[in-house]
């Protein structure tokens, strides 16, 4: 697999796979960084041939100085110590130090608390001394070599470890005119879109196999309405403990043989978590007897095509031109969103006779046409660590 950096043209759309039609007050929030899938069918339109077994990884963020980035755990909290000048309930973006939250259950502090039976007990911050609170989360992106750190058990990390997003957002108006007026249609006359534009220097990455893609820079198309990115080749420097090298350490790590006191699971790309037939959570159901906690963010809604079928059709000049046949959309998935954390506890459960469940986030039934897609295109994968 060889790493590829994407760079756009202009603005990329990626509208949310929420179903969307035009109408007053409409608008169609943007998606950013894109699915996996979608820079992964871009970058195969630059290949001759189809593949019979391709593979990806990503997408990522990369910035000018070839530091990998990578989205920040959800289970890491900031910690600040209390002084004179603080107000009262206040809370601040900064912090001294971080610490991982916790299940309530470890905690007597968190006794009385009322939770359904049937969810797993809530994640919150561990003991604190009477000079400290809790003072909000990291930034959403941390450094590779940090988060390699963060497997290992460190919680000691310097603020440059992490970023903002490195994007701003552009709103897209699309207005329509009633023919021969200077007014806007009464009906689908107005709506937006949200377009992302990343910020100087940064650019996506991924890692991708597939024969036939061009050693020399070339262009694909890249998201909706038409717009381009250059795509280049790299090359992984051995060593490099802020670039793409310190992710193929990662990729390698094993995954134990069995679950152990302190055992977690990190979650790089977004992954499905089936609890019920069809219906999907941050944590699948398999899990539930063997999970302490889980903490994760808002869900990802992702759907796609499912059936598109064309036949050549011949005009009268003679021309042969592409007829669409019949068309269809799959059904829309909420994805657990990359950095979700899931935390085992000691039972001995043979990890190793479970390999497909606990190293790709995917539902246990393989039966789905999809499902060697997103294994092949590594949807919900699991890094694992220790605290």
Not at 164 to 181: R, S
Not at 239 to 261: I, R
Request: glycine share 8%; net charge neutral; aromatic share 10%.
């Amino acid at each position: 697999m060889d790493w590829y950096k994407i760079d756009p043209l202009d603005v990329l759309l990626f509208r949310e796979a929420k179903p969307f039609s035009p109408g007053e007050g409409a608008r169609a929030k943007g998606q950013f960084p894109p699915m996996p899938s979608v820079v992964f069918q871009a970058l195969r339109t630059a290949t001759p041939t189809a593949q019979p077994h391709p593979e990806f990884l990503g997408v990522f963020l990369l910035d000018g100085d070839n530091t990998l980035w990578l989205p920040t755990p959800k289970d890491l909290i900031g910690v600040k110590r209390r002084t004179k000048d603080d107000l009262p309930n206040e809370r601040t973006e900064s912090w001294r130090r971080l610490t991982r939250l916790v299940p309530c259950e470890t905690l007597e502090s968190w006794e009385s608390v009322c939770y359904s039976q049937e969810s797993l007990p809530p994640m919150v911050p561990p003991s604190l001394n009477g000079e400290e609170y809790v003072s909000g989360s990291p930034k959403p992106w941390m450094k590779a070599s940090a988060l390699s750190a963060y497997l290992c058990g460190n919680s000691h990390f310097a603020a440059d470890n992490f970023t903002d997003n490195p994007w701003d957002i552009q709103v897209l108006p699309h207005t329509h005119i009633e023919d021969g007026t200077r007014q806007v249609q009464d009906e689908e006359g107005f709506f937006t879109e949200v377009a992302t534009r990343l910020k100087p220097g940064w650019s996506l990455v991924a890692r991708v196999q597939l024969l036939g893609l061009p050693d020399e820079p070339f262009v694909v198309r890249l998201g909706g309405e038409g717009h381009r990115a250059i795509v280049s080749k790299l090359k992984a420097t051995k060593n490099d403990t802020d670039g793409l090298d310190c992710l193929n350490l990662l990729w390698k790590q094993a995954l134990p043989d069995v679950l152990e006191p302190g055992l977690f699971a990190y979650l790089l790309t977004p992954g499905l978590a089936e609890t019920a037939e069809q219906v999907y959570g941050l944590y699948p159901q398999a899990w539930r007897d063997c999970l302490l906690g889980c903490v994760g963010d808002r869900q990802l809604w992702w759907g796609g095509v499912a059936k598109k079928n064309r036949r050549k059709v011949r005009t009268k000049n003679g021309l042969e031109e592409l007829e669409e046949k019949s068309f269809a959309l799959q059904p829309q998935y909420a994805f657990a969103p990359p950095g979700t954390v899931y935390l085992f506890n000691s039972k001995s459960i043979q990890l190793t006779r479970l390999q497909s469940t606990f190293r790709h986030l995917l539902p246990i039934t393989q039966d789905k046409p999809w499902w060697e897609t997103f294994r092949k295109l590594n949807y919900g994968k699991l890094l694992w660590g220790r605290r």
